[in-house]
């Protein structure tokens, strides 16, 4: 069965460091989003993506954050300068046409900074 | 939006019986809700969803209960085993907009 994957399972990064979270949504899939879950709370919405640009983002989602589709598997999330605060899961996920659509997630990236 | 923080509401149950967890949502103009099921160390697997021109919906195992009129939203499942220990928590949606998801409830089973 298809699934969404991601990669690192775990980074671990300083304060100020720049950091890339990667995810291959499920290929014929064309909707993507990144959420972000901080420990023992609600899973947050960031960004959604479709047809090679922004859907729409939410307010957590500012200047330090962009997403890019690289090529044609890969969905990336890049943070430019990390915040103690943005220590989290980040999850990332597909739906095959609308937001509407079942998302499927993938099993997250743990983000640490230190 | 609510800060839940550390504590989640927990749901122990004896393998064998019916679990029933519970939702409110907040938004009355949400015309679809999806339950999910997050496992430890695991992304948000979804379950069952349902829009909001129906009351209920069953599919294996599973029956989700929408009450639009008090905004709440059940979750049943039938004859709850080991596996299905989890953190369980409901998402609403409108329209084309992107899903709010609400705080989780522990699902503790008991062999």
């Known amino acids: 069965e298809p699934e969404v994957t991601q990669t690192p399972s775990h980074q671990v990064t300083q304060m100020g460091q720049e950091v890339i979270l990667r995810c291959v949504p499920i290929?014929?899939?064309?909707?993507f989003y990144w959420y972000r879950q901080i420990l023992g709370q609600k899973v947050e919405f960031l960004v959604s993506?479709?047809?090679?640009?922004?859907?729409?983002k939410s307010e957590i989602f500012d200047d330090q954050f962009s997403v890019e589709r690289p090529d044609g598997s890969n969905f990336t999330l890049k943070i430019r300068s990390t915040k103690l605060e943005d220590s989290a899961m980040y999850f990332c996920?597909?739906?095959?046409?609308?937001?509407?659509?079942?998302?499927?997630f993938g099993p997250g990236t743990r983000l640490t900074v230190l | 939006g609510e800060n839940v923080g550390l504590h989640l509401p927990t749901l122990s149950v004896q393998e064998g019986d019916n679990s029933i967890i519970n939702c409110a949502y907040s938004?009355?103009?949400?015309?679809?809700f999806i339950w999910y099921k997050q496992e430890s160390g695991k992304g948000p697997q979804f379950i069952i969803d349902?829009?909001?021109?129906?009351d209920k919906r069953q599919g294996q195992r599973v029956t989700v209960l929408l009450n639009k009129t008090v905004k709440h939203l059940s979750l049943q499942i039938a004859a709850t085993q080991p596996g299905d220990s989890a953190v369980y928590f409901c998402?609403?949606?409108?329209?084309?907009?992107?899903?709010?998801f609400g705080k989780g409830t522990r699902l503790s089973v008991i062999a």
């Open positions: 938004n009355s103009a949400s015309d679809y």
């Open positions: 349902i829009r909001s021109n129906m």
């Open positions: 290929s014929n899939h064309l909707y």
């Open positions: 998402a609403e949606g409108r329209g084309n907009t992107p899903l709010v």
């Open positions: 996920a597909s739906s095959i046409w609308t937001q509407r659509d079942t998302q499927y």
């Open positions: 993506f479709y047809n090679n640009e922004i859907s729409e």
